[in-house]
Each structure stands twice: as C-alpha cells, then as structure tokens.
Nanobody
Framework: QVQLVESGGGLVQAGGSLRLSCAAS????????MTWFRQAPGKDREFVAS????????YYADSVKGRFTISRDNAKSTVYLQMNSLKPEDTAMYYC???????????????WGQGTQVTVSS
C-alpha cells in the first residue's frame, strides 16, 4: 500500500504560481512512477504530468508544457508540481497518483491522494 497526501493548492490570480506537493508513505517510493492528474467540475480526470521512479524522465500534457514542472525527491518521498503562468482554465482539483508502470490513463493507477484544489481567477 502507498498513502498519498497532497498539499499546496489555493486561490491565485492568472499569471501567478503555485507549487503542489504530494507526500508518500508506505512502500519504496522510488519504485513508483508518480503522476499529477486534474479534474474540473463536469469534466473527466485528465493527465497533467508524470515522472519516472528514478526522476530521469518527465512527461507533460500539451496544455501545461512550458508552464508546469514535475520533480521528485526520493529521499523525502515527495513529488512536486511547480505551476507557473497559471490560467483560469487550470482551475481544477489536482490529484497525485502512483503506479509501478508509467501511464497517462487514470485507470492505470493504483494509488491516489485525496486531491488539492487549485483556483485561478481572471
């Protein structure tokens, strides 16, 4: 089992920045690919960014590429999402997820946090 707890969400004006954190506990953190998803009201959960267990490779949705950066600190069992140049359309509940195999589909992930809300005002 892996337990995930997100933090760092909040209300920010368009153009601003936030950094989300996801702290993991349980099994060996470095064995898991970590991914951020988001879900806006009335919409499906969508892939945002992913990072391999070693931290060597990262992947981003086109909508956030160049603005968001995913990183991880395996010594702290934590994954981060630095979000810059935020837009109102980034407003959503953000979730971190863990899986032994990196994927962009939410259904492939075994472990989820409870989510942290990000609201970007125009």
């Amino acid at each position: 089992q892996v337990q995930l707890v997100e933090s760092g969400g909040g209300l920010v004006q368009a153009g601003g920045s936030l950094r989300l954190s996801c702290a993991a506990s349980g099994r060996t953190f470095s064995a898991y690919a970590m991914t951020w998803f988001r879900q806006a009201p009335g919409k499906d959960r969508e892939f945002v960014a992913s990072i391999r267990g070693s931290g060597g490779s990262t992947y981003y949705a086109d909508s956030v590429k160049g603005r968001f950066t995913i990183s991880r600190d395996n010594a702290k069992s934590t994954v981060y999402l630095q979000m810059n140049s935020l837009k109102p359309e980034d407003t959503a509940m953000y979730y971190c997820a863990a899986s032994q195999y990196l994927a962009t589909m939410a259904g492939k992930y075994d472990y989820w946090g409870q989510g942290t809300q990000v609201t970007v005002s125009s």
